[in-house]
């Protein structure tokens, strides 16, 4: 008989490790997994390979569909969580519909962040996070012949790489509090704009958005410092933050994350979180740090399910491999090649 529903929102790496765990150490109980996005669990890093036409749409989703069936995990796409109560073990989804649980895994991760200097011109900026906006990219692609990133992470530089493979122009503010999960310094962004240069990359370095606007001939406007350009598109690469807003009210500890202890509990009894959305303790440093990166996710997630089950295991992450960017202690398993 299956008595305890434990619920894992995110299907993302870190959640979707947490379910195949979980279903191994707790074979009996009842797991459903919880996305906001109706897409199947996919391979985000991959995203920039399916834009440049490298890779097929069924080539990002590693999992059979009928996967979830055989481990008898409930997924539920396309639902969001808008609340949590961890004290009486319920959460709340958009449609008001209440869902009970024993046990919880946080796997939200995050959502590609625009600063408040580039609110303005959100809704002129491509961003990249989820399938349906690579297949907004793959769309807009198609009609335009220029693309300016504004950047630095990570991201932006795999989006290039395939624009670049496109053969479009391409322009390139660099943005330098964009570098996460990297840290700024002056000779990164001297290897970041040359590397950028002789792969035919029209650099603008550290120069100031003025303004964004639609050219009544369709294309975009981009006033920087006192130089105007006209572009095709917009993509805006500046780092993913947690996307926990809708736990405001829950009762969490949050920072940049959801605070968890190095076992990723959240100080609530069995309810753990994971993944890009967690911000870890470290005994020995004191102090807490965020993951970042596909690996790390998986691992946590790994971790988290376990501990769920009734283990005991510990995030270990040696204190050389965190370093502090903006303020935040940062450990990332991101790989990087251009
Ligand atoms: C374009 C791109 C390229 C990348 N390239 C690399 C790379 O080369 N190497 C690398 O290491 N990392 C890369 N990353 C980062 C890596 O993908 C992330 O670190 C990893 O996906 C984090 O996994 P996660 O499971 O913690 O979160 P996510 O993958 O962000 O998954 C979060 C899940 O939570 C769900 N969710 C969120 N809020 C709610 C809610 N309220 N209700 C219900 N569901 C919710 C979402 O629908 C999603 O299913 C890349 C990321 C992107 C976007």
Not at 80 to 85: A, E, G, I, K
Not at 234 to 247: E, N, Q, S
Request: with cysteine; hydrophobic share 40%; aromatic share 10%.
């Amino acid at each position: 008989m299956k008595e305890e529903h434990f619920i894992i929102i995110g299907m993302g790496p870190s959640g979707t490790q947490a379910a195949f765990t979980l279903r191994k150490q707790a074979p009996d109980a009842r797991i459903t997994v919880m996305s906001k996005d109706a897409e199947r669990a996919f391979t985000p890093h991959m995203l920039p390979d399916y834009i440049a036409g490298k890779i097929s749409e069924e080539d990002l989703y590693p999992y059979d569909p009928s996967t979830w069936d055989e481990l008898d995990i409930h997924v539920r796409r396309g639902q969001r969580v808008t609340d949590v109560n961890p004290a009486n073990g319920y959460l709340l989804l958009d449609h008001r519909e209440v869902l009970r649980f024993a046990g919880l895994i946080l796997a939200v991760g995050g959502r590609p962040q625009i600063p408040e200097p580039f609110l303005p011109y959100q809704n002129l900026m491509f961003t990249l996070k989820t399938v349906q906006d690579a297949k907004r990219w793959t769309r807009k692609l198609r009609e335009v012949d220029s693309v300016l990133v504004i950047g630095g992470d990570l991201t932006s530089l795999a989006v290039t790489k395939a624009i670049l493979h496109l053969e479009k122009r391409v322009f390139f503010l660099i943005n330098k509090d964009a570098f996460w999960p990297l840290r700024y310094d002056k000779e990164l962004m001297e290897e970041f704009s040359n590397r950028l240069s002789e792969r035919g990359v029209e650099v603008i370095p550290s120069g100031r958005l003025k303004s964004l606007f639609r050219e009544v001939n369709g294309k975009i406007g981009c006033q920087i410092d006192n130089r105007s350009l006209q572009v095709g598109m917009v993509g805006a690469f500046l780092g993913l933050a947690p996307d926990i807003r809708f736990l405001t009210r829950s009762g969490f500890s949050m920072d940049r994350g959801i605070l968890v202890d190095e076992y990723l509990n959240t100080g609530f009894e069995g309810i753990y979180a994971t993944g890009d959305c967690a911000q870890v303790y470290h005994p020995e440093l004191r102090d807490y740090w965020v993951s970042i990166g596909y690996e790390n996710a998986v691992t946590l997630g790994r971790i988290a399910a376990f501990n769920l089950a009734g283990c005991r295991v510990q995030a270990k992450v040696s204190g050389e491999s965190i370093f502090k960017v903006r303020e935040v202690n940062v450990n990332t398993s991101w790989w990087a090649e251009f």
